[in-house]
Structure formats: C-alpha cells, structure tokens
C-alpha cells in the first residue's frame, strides 16, 4: 500500500454532526481528519438517527457565528476548502452563509484558493426531515457554493422541478446551472427506469456536471449496483471522500488557480475533475459497504447483541429491539476497510 496522501496538506473548514457511537467513525470524516485544521460541529448525539432514537443538542445559529469567532480570533481561518452538511435550522443556514462569504473574501486576492463543498442535507425519498423554511433558506445561498450535493429529492427541491427521468434530471441541473450559477453539482442516490433490458439488478446512479462559461451543463453519470442494506451516513461518507478526491484530480488537471476549479470548455466530459474523482469515491465506498454488508449479515447470523433473532422476537418491545439490532449490525466499517479508502479500483466509470 503507497503511503503517500492522495492531496498535499489541505485546510478544511468541515460543519456537520457529530455522533458518539461508531463502529467505526459513522461518517467517512475519519479519512478526512488528516487534512482538517477545524470542525463546527452543529449537532451533538450520541447515536445517528438510523436507530429511530436519538439523544443529544442542537447548536444555535448564534452559537455557530461564535465558534467561528472563536477561530478567527486566533487565526485559524486560513481555508483551503469548506464542507457543510446538516445544518439544524434555518438560521443555522444563514449562519454558515456567512462563514463561507467571510473566507472567499478573505481568499478573494487569489483565484481558486477557497472551495466550497454545500451538502444541503434537507430529506430523502420525498420526504423532508427539517422544518420546511430551510428550503428558501439553502436557495439563497447556493450562488455562494461551488459545488453541491444533493439527493436526488433534494436536487428537486432546490431546481423546482419533478424529477422522473435523465430528461428531467438533465433540466434541473440546467436550471441550478443557470438561474443559480453553480459551477458544479453532484446529484446522488439518483433511481430512475434503466435504459438497459437487464432490469434484474437494482442500480444507483450519481449524475454530475461542471458548467461551462455559458452555463450549460456538461453531463455524466456513474452507475453502480445497489446493495440490498439499509447503510445510514452514506451521503456523508460520499461528500467527506469527495473533497480529498475531488482535490486530487483538480491538481492533477492543473486547475487549482482556476476559479471555482472549472475546466475549460473543450474538456471532455467525462475527463472532468469532477468525474474522476466521482469515480474514485464510488469505487472505495461500493468496496466498503460490500464488506460491511458481508460483516453485517455474519453479525446477524451470530446472534450479536443479546441472542438469535428468533428468541428476541419473544421478548417484549421485540420489533424495536431487532431494528437496533440490525442498525447497530449495519454500522458502516470504514477503519477496517481503510485500504480501498486509500487505493480504490475503479470498476464503473463515468458516462
């Protein structure tokens, strides 16, 4: 195994949850601590919310603005990049809105030295999870944003548009292109009717483009199979990868002193930084959660946590008790899989 990073030493700005209980650390952020120089975390807990239960705290949105204060006074705000993922309130939104305005401006002397990752966690499967004034709150702030990562529910939420095949997808990430001049977008966890006669094995698909100087899309997409499993913390794995991925390929074309890290126009688009570095974070996650489902069922079959299914499914709560048990059983094992973090095989390629 190379033990050379995949980046040169990064400072990343990363605003997410932060959970107790890992089998390994819930979130592929673990990856990403290498580069990490600060953390705001906006929710404290001490499970994710896979298990149904959760105990834990929210960080208000004036509590965010001072633990960003907090960095800046004593100059840690020297950022290469920002990642933001769940953020509890609307306010919360604004609040890292100006966090990101604060470090372009401070960045603004040099093209290209601040990136910013939004992952505008708001809901998934047509159904949202955060109040709904979080929604206009993200759409204010998307010009900001160099490249987002929705769902394919929160793709539509933001572009207003329906989303029931490649036609409709390709016209909300148009209409995000142009109406909120993102030069970047990564839909995940995107279902729609194969194209191919082989409908007998579920797939997901990621579908991206980097814009070009007219703002039309240049589109790809990667489509992987899907795991029979219920995995929670995916979307945050992938964008956690995504930065150091993404990062590489970037330096790799030569782009890192282009603003927001556009290619030029007469790139192909599947050689777009962007598509490579999709490539790369889909392989090592279909590896690892490959391996957690293999660890999962044996988990299962062994009877971990407190006997054989059958016998707690005589017990009182018995339902309850054999979903934590096959949440717990599905923790997504990233540290014993750290190797196809470091070198993934690209087995599906962008398109």
Same mark, same amino acid.
């Given at each position: 195994?190379?033990?050379?990073?995949?980046?040169?030493?990064?400072?990343?700005?990363?605003?997410?949850?932060?959970?107790?209980?890992?089998?390994?650390?819930?979130?592929?952020?673990?990856?990403?601590?290498?580069?990490?120089?600060?953390?705001?975390?906006?929710?404290?807990?001490?499970?994710?919310?896979?298990?149904?239960?959760?105990?834990?705290?929210?960080?208000?949105?004036?509590?965010?603005?001072?633990?960003?204060?907090?960095?800046?006074?004593?100059?840690?705000?020297?950022?290469?990049?920002?990642?933001?993922?769940?953020?509890?309130?609307?306010?919360?939104?604004?609040?890292?809105?100006?966090?990101?305005?604060?470090?372009?401006?401070?960045?603004?002397?040099?093209?290209?030295?601040?990136?910013?990752?939004? %992952?505008? !966690?708001?809901?998934? &499967?047509?159904? /949202?999870?955060?109040?709904?004034?979080? +929604?206009? =709150?993200?759409?204010?702030?998307?010009?900001?944003?160099?490249?987002?990562?929705?769902?394919?529910?929160?793709?539509?939420?933001?572009?207003?548009?329906?989303?029931?095949?490649?036609?409709?997808?390709?016209?909300?990430?148009?209409?995000?292109?142009?109406?909120?001049?993102?030069?970047?977008?990564?839909?995940?966890?995107?279902?729609?009717?194969?194209?191919?006669?082989?409908?007998?094995?579920?797939?997901?698909?990621?579908?991206?483009?980097?814009?070009?100087?007219?703002?039309?899309?240049?589109?790809?997409?990667?489509?992987?199979?899907?795991?029979?499993?219920?995995?929670?913390?995916?979307?945050?794995?992938?964008?956690?990868?995504?930065?150091?991925?993404?990062?590489?390929?970037?330096?790799?074309?030569?782009?890192?002193?282009?603003?927001?890290?556009?290619?030029? %126009?007469? !790139?192909?688009?599947? &050689?777009?930084? /962007?598509?490579?570095?999709?490539?790369? +974070?889909? =392989?090592?996650?279909?590896?690892?959660?490959?391996?957690?489902?293999?660890?999962?069922?044996?988990?299962?079959?062994?009877?971990?946590?407190?006997?054989?299914?059958?016998?707690?499914?005589?017990?009182?709560?018995?339902?309850?008790?054999?979903?934590?048990?096959?949440?717990?059983?599905?923790?997504?094992?990233?540290?014993?899989?750290?190797?196809?973090?470091?070198?993934?095989?690209?087995?599906?390629?962008?398109?």
């Amino acid at each position: 195994m190379s033990t050379e990073l995949p980046v040169p030493e990064t400072k990343i700005l990363a605003i997410a949850s932060h959970v107790g209980f890992i089998l390994m650390p819930y979130i592929a952020r673990a990856w990403l601590i290498f580069a990490l120089q600060g953390r705001l975390w906006v929710t404290f807990a001490g499970n994710h919310t896979g298990y149904g239960q959760v105990k834990g705290t929210k960080t208000s949105a004036d509590e965010i603005r001072e633990l960003y204060h907090g960095l800046k006074q004593s100059y840690l705000d020297d950022y290469d990049m920002m990642l933001s993922g769940y953020i509890p309130s609307a306010e919360g939104v604004d609040a890292v809105g100006s966090i990101a305005r604060d470090l372009k401006l401070k960045s603004g002397m040099k093209t290209g030295s601040f990136f910013w990752v939004l %992952d505008p !966690v708001m809901g998934d &499967d047509g159904r /949202l999870y955060v109040n709904e004034n979080i +929604v206009p =709150a993200y759409k204010n702030l998307l010009r900001e944003a160099d490249l987002i990562l929705p769902n394919q529910f929160e793709a539509e939420l933001l572009s207003d548009t329906k989303i029931t095949s490649l036609k409709s997808l390709i016209t909300a990430v148009t209409h995000l292109h142009k109406i909120h001049r993102i030069p970047h977008i990564l839909v995940t966890s995107v279902r729609l009717p194969s194209s191919s006669s082989d409908i007998s094995t579920p797939t997901l698909s990621v579908i991206g483009s980097t814009a070009r100087t007219d703002l039309s899309p240049r589109i790809f997409r990667i489509t992987v199979p899907a795991i029979d499993c219920f995995f929670s913390g995916t979307g945050d794995m992938f964008a956690a990868l995504l930065v150091v991925r993404l990062r590489e390929a970037v330096i790799a074309s030569n782009l890192l002193s282009t603003k927001s890290w556009v290619s030029p %126009d007469d !790139v192909c688009t599947t &050689d777009l930084p /962007l598509a490579r570095a999709a490539e790369k +974070v889909l =392989a090592s996650m279909q590896a690892v959660l490959e391996k957690t489902k293999i660890a999962r069922d044996e988990a299962l079959s062994e009877g971990a946590m407190g006997g054989p299914l059958g016998t707690m499914e005589k017990e009182k709560d018995s339902g309850k008790r054999g979903h934590l048990r096959r949440t717990k059983a599905a923790e997504v094992r990233i540290v014993r899989n750290v190797a196809d973090l470091r070198e993934p095989v690209v087995r599906w390629k962008a398109e």
